[in-house]
């Protein structure tokens, strides 16, 4: 009985990390915004901010693509279109790429703040494991 409960509060508390994640990125997002603001200047803000959206949307997608695939390697989605998720896949890369091109012919500096901003779905990653080895540890979830 108590083993039941303590699975299904580690559920709960597992399925909640793609939520967290999101906020932990948007939160890190704004904050290191600002800061690069004022370290840096508005260009590599700028930059940096354009990266985070790109990051942002990037791991929305990723998460759909997976979902897509599990669902698809469970069998309990009716219709999965593969070419579509195939489609958004390949988009990802093309809309970084155009991205980066635009803004490196715009300025050499935002370039530098995109691709900072690019590794905001990998800080928010592991801010979330160590928040989990924490809860693991405290909680014993």
Known sequence: MADETISQESEQFYAGAYGRIVRVMVAVAVALSVVALVRFGAAIAA????????????????????S??????TGSSKKAGSAGV?????????????????IFRVS?????????????PVAAIMIEAVYEVYVALRRGV
Not at 108 to 120: C, I, P, R, T
């Open 86 to 102: 195939v489609l958004r896949f390949l988009l990802r890369y093309l809309l970084v790429a155009a991205v980066a091109y635009v």
């Open 47 to 66: 930059g940096f901010a354009v990266g985070c959206a790109i990051g942002m949307l990037n791991f929305h997608w990723l998460k759909r693509v997976v």
């Open 68 to 73: 897509a695939f599990a669902d698809r390697a």
């Open 108 to 120: 050499l500096a935002s370039l530098y703040g995109l691709l900072a901003g690019l590794f905001l």
